[in-house]
C-alpha cells in the first residue's frame, strides 16, 4: 500500500517546511549577530588633504561589520608620530613605519607629478623628465608633515643625476601649492593632491618612466579584534598594481 497526502495534507505539509525554515533562518541571524564584532577603530587619515582609500575602506567595513565604528582622526603633525604615540589605531600614509613593531599593507601605487606654477616655461609640457629640473628650485613638504613626500624629491633628483636645491618648505599640501603658484618653487606630488589646488594657477605634470608613489596602511597594536577586521577587509579590498619594491 502507498501513502501520501491528501491535497489539504500538501498544503499544511509545505507551510511547515516554511515555518522550519524561517525558524533556522532567525536562529542563524540570531546567532550571527550574537557573534558580531563590536567597537571601534581610529583611522588617522591626512589633515589638509581628500583621501579616496580611506572612504574606500570605510564605506567596505560598514558593509561588512556594522558593529565596527570607524574614527576618522585627522592628525597633525604627522600620522607616524600619531600612531607611534597612540593616538591612532591603523594609518594610511606614504611613509613606512619607523618602529620595528609595525606592520604595514601595501595599498595603492601613485604616479608622481611635477607640479609648477601656470606660467612656468615647463606648464604645457605634456610631460617632463626629472633630469630636465637640475636647475630648478624645489619647494618640500616639511620633513614634520611628511617624511617620505619631502624624500620623494630627494630621491627623484637622485636617479635623475643631480642634487636638488630645496629654497624653501611647507607645512601643508595647501601651502605648498600656494608657494607654487607665486613661483618660489616647483615642487612633486601626485596627482590625488589637484583637486585641493582647485585653481588654474599651478599645472600637474606626468613624469616620465611613470615614477610612482606608495601608499600603506601601517598599524601597531594586534590585541583589537576590531582592527583585526579591518585588516582583513582590507587585505582583499586593496589590489594595488604592481608588487611593492
Known amino acids: 500500500h502507498t501513502v501520501s497526502l491528501t491535497p489539504a495534507g500538501r498544503v499544511f505539509a509545505e507551510e ?7 525558524y533556522q533562518d532567525g536562529v542563524q541571524n540570531a546567532l550571527t549577530a550574537s557573534q558580531s564584532i563590536v567597537g571601534r577603530v581610529r583611522l588617522g587619515v591626512p589633515i589638509d588633504s581628500f583621501e579616496p582609500l580611506a572612504v574606500k575602506l570605510v ?17 597633525t603633525p604627522t600620522l607616524l608620530r600619531a600612531l607611534d604615540d597612540d593616538l591612532v589605531d591603523v594609518i594610511i600614509a606614504s611613509g613606512r613605519p619607523r618602529s620595528a613593531e609595525s606592520k604595514y599593507l601595501l595599498v595603492d601605487r601613485r604616479m608622481d607629478y611635477v607640479v609648477v606654477s ?18 630648478e628650485n624645489f619647494i618640500a613638504i616639511s620633513r614634520s608633515s611628511s617624511i617620505a613626500g619631502y624624500q620623494s624629491i ?14 624653501g618648505e611647507a607645512e601643508t599640501v595647501s601651502s605648498l601649492l600656494m608657494m607654487v603658484a607665486c613661483g618660489v618653487g616647483i615642487t612633486v606630488l601626485y596627482k590625488e593632491h589637484q583637486p585641493i589646488s582647485a585653481t ?13 608613489f606608495n601608499r600603506y596602511l601601517i598599524w601597531n597594536r594586534l590585541d583589537n579584534s576590531c582592527l583585526d577586521s579591518v585588516l582583513e577587509v582590507a587585505k582583499g579590498l586593496f589590489t594595488p598594481e604592481a608588487e611593492d619594491e
Do not use: Q
Not at 564605506?59 to 592628525?75: D, P
Not at 630627494?154 to 629654497?167: C, E, L, M, R, T
Open 16 to 22: 511547515c517546511r516554511k515555518i522550519i525554515s524561517t
Open 154 to 167: 630627494i630621491d627623484h633628483a637622485s636617479a635623475g643625476g643631480f642634487s636638488p636645491n630645496i629654497v
Open 200 to 212: 588654474d594657477a599651478v599645472r600637474f605634470i606626468p613624469l616620465k618612466g611613470e615614477k610612482y
Open 59 to 75: 564605506r567596505a567595513i560598514t558593509e561588512k561589520h556594522s558593529g565596527i565604528h570607524i574614527e576618522l582622526k585627522f592628525n
Open 118 to 135: 601656470s606660467v612656468h616655461p615647463l606648464a604645457d609640457r605634456e610631460e617632463v623628465s626629472f633630469s630636465e629640473l637640475r636647475y
